[in-house]
């Protein structure tokens, strides 16, 4: 009697066992449509996209500048550089911005006309102007030990008292701020 209660406990729990030991199968996640999708992500942050330059202090001191140059297609290169470096690019975006609005060394639509503005001492920073009859078009190239990479910078109309928003510009602008503050005494 005792032996049959045993067997029909075993033959009860061996089902419950088997169910216990299969794995569950997850279902495939269901497909989310466009909708959904951008429903979900509304609101929440995304990286830039396009040419981009970012410039940052690395500690207080301000001797040291972390530089991010990305292009059209979100290549980018990143470097730490000396302030005496970040002055160097400023003068030489300085530089190309002033020839850029002279009749100088113009070319035409078909064939313009490039010069390069470079420090024989600093290969880390090129900025090449290309221009035609009416307009100047800018590269900036940066190189650092993680790599090199040359953007296109944009192009403004000589003469024009409205620019456009373009790249070099943005780029002018933050050189200045910088190298602004760091002759500010503290």
Avoid: C, W
């Avoid at 449509?33 to 396009?50: D, F, V």
């Avoid at 001191?61 to 970040?86: C, E, H, I, K, P």
């Avoid at 975006?93 to 113009?106: K, L, M, P, W, Y």
Wanted: net charge positive; no cysteine.
């Amino acid at each position: 009697m005792f032996i049959r209660l045993v067997a029909l406990l075993l033959l009860m729990l061996l089902p419950s066992a088997g169910l216990i030991a299969q794995k569950k199968v997850k279902q495939p996640p269901k497909q989310l449509s466009p909708e959904e999708l951008a429903k979900m992500s509304k609101g929440k942050m995304r990286p830039p996209t396009g040419a981009n330059f970012y410039i940052e202090a690395i500690g207080e001191s301000r001797s040291q500048y972390t530089l991010l140059l990305t292009d059209a297609d979100n290549r980018s290169v990143a470097g730490t550089f000396l302030l005496s470096q970040v002055s160097l690019f400023h003068a030489l975006v300085v530089a190309a911005r002033e020839f850029a609005d002279t009749n100088e060394s113009v070319g035409t639509v078909s064939k313009p006309e490039t010069t390069r503005f470079k420090d024989k001492g600093e290969p880390s920073f090129t900025v090449d102007v290309q221009k035609t009859a009416t307009h100047s078009h800018f590269y900036v190239s940066m190189s650092s030990l993680n790599g090199k990479i040359t953007v296109d910078a944009g192009a403004l109309k000589r003469g024009a008292k409205d620019h456009d928003d373009i790249l070099f510009l943005k780029i002018l602008s933050r050189l200045q701020t910088v190298v602004g503050e760091s002759q500010t005494p503290k």
